[in-house]
């Protein structure tokens, strides 16, 4: 389960960046342009918010200091900077709480770490549960699969009705 | 005089909620039944109390008393009537008065029950009630009361209190700041009370749970007598949700949704409780297990309901949706270390007589996926919370603020909520006790086929993203499954009674709403799967500026400037409103009106989305920016959402499955031993 | 065989939690519950009452000057927040400078303009415009003013010649009266 969620959390990334990669690779119309494009600006902007609206991010966001962000995002790619270049330059001139995810260092491990390590905690629980629960019953489940090989549905007479309808049909079909 | 008066049956009201409190201690502690029925009373007078204080508040804001603070605060003369109402719930004070009304309303709703067979619970849910209801109170009255005005000292200082300081007159501003615009929006003025109903709902299914621990019978009686109630909670949580969602994607004027920001996560770590613990009681009402998982989950929910109200109401985090800072903090922070504490302390405490009655025999038993889900929404719980707290733990360190953005709960949480769509494909196909590989492959193999047929048309129609090819296989295994599960109980029905198609579907629905209610949510759940798969993996955007006449392009779409307006409405506000043509592969489709809103009381701007929605995809056009003097242009930003649609009809149908599933039986409370449809069976087959 | 069953499972499950387990829980119970009442302790009054010494920290201005409240020990230290994308700014602007003009012969009052999330084309045209002629210099990953707390710009505060805060305003002075008023009960 934690090494599945692990390697679908790599899966993930790869297809993040093959994607990031491809979209790099087939946009040269950018550089045609004698500025860095609204649509360039946005793609960094988009991973970024500014202090100043908390929880919008700075691609969207109305006011005037994000407006001048994006101008200065726009400066800094018409400098040759690359992406991450600029969101290493932003974090540094005002804090990392301007990157959409906390950078992996110090303290901001846990972050990263704790959840994988609950829902590894919970499936131990989980397994421990199913352990020591069909456990016990072991004996008589060899027993109660013999003599009852159909699979018993639920209480409600009704559906059980329907149940066994369905299965006379299929064996008639069959 | 209408502020005294309201404050007045405030008062009354607070010291009847403390007297309930008492007497059902004393009915307890004396085993007296005219005490319990003394608090039970108390109990229901609180409602018509709250009731007159809600209506005053609502008559202050309506005639527009606006030497009374609140009102100042939330209204204008120029809001039409129907935000003044709604007003109730736009600011601080009003909407904790709304939660202690919803609270007081459906917690004398439970009391008005017959009692006979559960007279030892009802102290019990008296006591938690009110005890809940008291603390609301007192945060009104004694932090946040609604009836404060302004007054002018002799010495001509301005004062806020509730009674005038001697020697002082009344100040009336001239007029009131106004709602908030963000608020002003059709979808925020249900949104929030759907919340409120949805949070307050959880409150009674707490409730019996505490009583069942106190009392210590422990059987699923308490489960079965809330398990409508919890529906009944978990619609307008869901309901909520949903319309948020909406009022988001309408009026933030970001393009999406969802924007994972700490308010929305704590509206949504309670319904994932809830939404585990759904499933979870099936468990125990069909097979006696996981009591105390149970009892865990309702706890669980409870806390996360107040520790939300928190979270938006304390300043604690900062957020868009959040209130203004308050001084409500501190006396919130006690109730909840108080209310978990005694939770956590009443589980240990009867944790010995919370055993399971049966054992699991299978892996694939209904059961033992059930416990699977659990986890899986377990796991998605604790990202949500660990992302939401991690910026107040980061800061409290470090001293630095931190972000937790997006991408962080759509990588962490993505892998979960596949796993639970397939999960909610399989589950149904289980049976309780056991299932075996052969018996579920068996009923899974045609709509897996089916599924994989779906896959390998998108595959051909040029879909070449592997995420979302996958998550198109899951949905349309879900809805495989489902139609094909309607369909075998149809014809079986149909067998054995000879009634039509229509007939024979609808009598089976009837027979067994839990169930197929069910599976309509989770048909529902997979639509708006569908659309956030669309949205999430196949957004497309643009930005550009562009002179009249000048077009932008995106995809097969070409939006095309012609015009922008700018006047002042008569609502106080000055707005500026483009015009653009949308044409579709070189076809005209249509015309949108993006728009900026600027409210002149508040200074703030909103960005108004012209948004094309077909069943396919939706076109969200916003304006960005424009230059007033010169003529280069006016800067849009254009958005390509794919399939976003099929979230609010996946939310329609949500919503239909679930009120299928909670509809009020005819009789709903069935005598002890009935002997229903010619059978004797207990009472419990009501339902699946 | 129901019997069985349930015996069965009242062996292995009917005991009580292991006293570690009661523990842990708890223990992560109260952990949760001082952290967030930490959390709100902080935003309830900010790490920097009014009495309080406030830290040393250091503003690099525009200019490339470096200042440090450490080597101004013993002077009164205004400390305004600003950002050029502020209209509230440009209302108190002239007035801060008027005061520093005002009392910068005296040497023991220093003025420090802190430019909050701001970008330094603008931030340096709007001191260019107002003339500002005091130290001003770019929040660095805004640590001050995450120290100070600041809900908004622009506020300011004012440490008296102890290192302790003494004054704080938010939103704009409206006057040189105003910042006067605030600065001179301060010297001796």
Known sequence: MIGKTGLLRRLAWLVVLTGILIAVAVEPVSAQQPTPSDDDVNRVAKQMYCPVCENIPLDVCPTQACAQWRELIRLKLSEGLTDEEIRQYFAEQYGDRVLDVPPARGLNWLVYVLPPLFIAGGVWIVARVFRSMVKPSAENAGASLETTPTPSVAEDPYVAKIEEELRRREREGG | MLANIGFGVLVVSFITSLYGIIASIIGVRKNSLAWVESARKAMQITFPLITIVALAIILLLVTGQYQVQYVYNVTSSTMPLYLKITALWGGQSGSLVFWAWLMSAFTTAVTLRKWERDREFLPWVILVGLVTLTFF???????????????????????????????????????????????????????????????????IPYAFAVAALVTGRTDDRWIRITRRWTLVAWLFLSLGLVLGSRWAYDVLGWGGYWAWDPVENAAFMPWLTGTAFLHSVMIQEKRGLFKRWNMILIILTYALVIFGTFLTRSGVLSSVHSFAQSAIGPMFFGFIALSMIFSVWLLIWRWQ???????????????????????????????????????????????????????????????????????????????????????????????????????????????????????????????????????????????????????????????????????????????????????????????????????????????????????????????????????????????????????????????????????????????????????????????????????????????????????????????????????????????? | MVEERINNAEKTNRQTLPRWVVGLVFAVLIGFLVLIGLGLRRTQEGPIVIGQKVPYFELKTFDGEVYHTQQMQGKVIVVNFWASWCKPCEQEAFELEEAWQFYKPRGDVVFLGVDYVDTEPEAKAFIQQFGLTYPNGPDLRTRISQMFRIQGVPETYIIDREGRLAFVKKGPFLSVTEIRGAVDPLLP
């Open chain 2, 353 to 688: 007589i919370l055993h399971a009655e049966g054992n699991m025999h299978s892996l694939l038993s209904r059961e033992a996926l059930f416990l699977l889900n659990n986890l899986l929404f377990m796991g998605i719980l604790v990202v949500v919370f660990w992302g939401t707290v991690f910026p107040l733990i980061s800061e409290l360190f470090t001293g630095q603020k931190v972000t937790v953005g997006p991408a962080f709960y759509e990588r962490s949480t993505g892998p979960l909520f596949a796993a639970l769509l397939l999960l909610m494909g399989i589950a149904p196909l289980s049976a309780w006790g056991h299932s075996t590989v052969k018996t579920l492959g068996k009923a899974l193999w045609k709509p897996a086929l089916a599924a994989l047929a779906v896959v390998i048309a998108a595959f051909a129609g040029g879909i070449r993203n592997g995420w979302a090819l996958f998550g198109f296989l899951l949905v349309s295994l879900v809805i495989f499954i489902t139609l094909f599960e309607y369909f075998r109980g149809v014809t079986a029905r149909r067998r054995r009674t000879g009634e039509g198609w229509l007939a024979a579907l609808f009598n089976l629905m009837a027979r067994n709403r839990r169930r197929y209610g069910g599976y309509i949510i989770h048909l529902g759940v997979v639509l708006m799967a569908l659309g956030i798969i669309g949205i999430e993996m196949f957004q497309t955007e643009t930005q550009g500026t562009i002179p009249p006449g000048g077009s932008l392009r995106l995809g097969r779409y070409e939006v095309t400037f012609t015009r922008l307006d700018i006047f002042d409405a008569n609502d106080g506000r000055n707005v500026a409103r483009a015009t653009v043509l949308v044409s579709k592969d070189g076809r005209m489709v249509g015309e949108l009106h993006p728009r900026r809103d600027l409210y002149f009381d508040s200074m703030q701007p909103m960005t108004i989305p012209g948004v094309r929605s077909t069943i396919e995809d939706d076109l969200y056009v916003l304006l960005v920016d424009w230059q007033p003097i010169s003529s280069t242009g006016v800067t849009f930003k254009v958005f390509h959402n794919p399939l976003i649609n099929w979230l609010w009809i996946g939310g329609f149908v949500f919503i239909l499955g679930m009120l299928v599933a909670a509809w009020p039986d005819k009789d709903p409370q069935p005598v002890p031993v009935a002997v229903r449809r010619g059978q004797a069976i207990p009472s419990r087959s009501s339902g699946d």
């Open chain 2, 137 to 203: 109170l007192s945060l009104i009255l004694f932090f946040e009361n609604p009836f404060v005005r302004f007054w002018v000292t002799a010495a001509g200082n301005q004062v806020i209190s509730m009674f005038p300081p001697a020697g002082a007159a009344p100040l009336i501003p001239a007029d009131g700041r106004g709602l908030n615009p963000l608020l002003r929006h059709p979808g925020m003025i249900i949104h929030p009370p759907m919340l409120y109903l949805g949070f307050v709902s959880f409150v």
